[in-house]
């Protein structure tokens, strides 16, 4: 079956503009999360959803980042005011239900800001 | 703070080898351990993932322990391959199971033919 997907694969943008980024998890699963990963890093935790609403967005580092996932299913990662030190992996990860023992991550985005 | 540490950051070995890589955590209060495998510009596979009850699990070359009292992982993997060559990550889920997976920067391998 699909696994997860992220759009696009690849985005450069310029400092100071605005840039959305796209999750569509594996169909039927609930939990969905958001992690972001710096050139020799693991990935770091922004936000998690289950369902539609934001059960934990205390890795999102300031309010520039903002993340909706409106019917449940796809979500979106908006950036505002994009700063070279954005540039990063963005991965979306998806699990079939809270508490749920594994997560299955998408190919990422990765985002550059000039 | 959950801290999870890997060790080596990098290493090379020649095809046919046995290697070890080490994952450790600061705080033993885990929901379950994974280990994922990145390839250069892609996202992250699922290899193993060890219950907080369970010591190890298998697949195929690959055998992952957990000390979860000591806070330690290791990853083996028997008869080493070029196609083995990849960042390998170790992360842990927290007690109460909704929690995010906390991550470290992982062992880069690289199996030489």
């Known amino acids: 079956g699909a696994g997860v997907s992220q759009t696009p694969s690849n985005k450069v943008t310029e400092k100071g503009k605005y840039v959305e980024l796209r999750c569509d998890p594996i169909?039927?699963?609930?939990?969905l999360y958001w992690y972001r990963q710096s050139l020799g890093q693991g990935p770091e935790f922004l936000i998690y959803?289950?369902?539609?609403?934001?059960?934990?967005d205390s890795g999102l580092p300031n309010d520039r980042f903002f993340a909706v996932r409106p019917e449940g299913s796809v979500s979106t990662l908006k950036i505002q005011r994009t700063e070279r030190g954005d540039s990063a992996v963005y991965l979306c990860?998806?699990?079939?239900?809270?508490?749920?023992?594994?997560?299955?991550f998408g190919p990422g985005t990765r985002l550059t800001v000039l | 703070k959950q801290e999870v540490t890997q060790i080596p950051a990098a290493l090379s070995v020649p095809e046919g080898e046995n290697l070890v890589l080490n994952c450790s955590f600061t705080?033993?209060?885990?929901?379950?351990l994974q280990w994922f495998r990145q390839d250069p510009g892609k996202g992250l596979t699922s290899l193993l993932l060890?219950?907080?009850?369970?010591r190890e699990q298998t697949s195929g070359r690959l055998n992952a322990s957990l000390d979860k009292s000591s806070g330690r992982s290791t990853l083996y993997i028997a008869a080493s391959q070029p196609g083995d060559s990849a960042t390998y990550l170790c992360?842990?889920?927290?007690?109460?199971?909704?929690?995010?997976?906390?991550f470290g920067k992982g062992t880069r391998l690289s199996v030489i033919a």
């Open positions: 990860a998806s699990s079939l239900r809270p508490g749920s023992n594994e997560q299955f």
């Open positions: 169909s039927g699963h609930t939990a």
């Open positions: 959803f289950q369902g539609t609403g934001a059960a934990d």
């Open positions: 705080d033993s209060a885990i929901y379950n």
């Open positions: 060890i219950q907080s009850s369970q």
């Open positions: 992360a842990v889920r927290e007690l109460s199971g909704n929690t995010p997976l906390v």
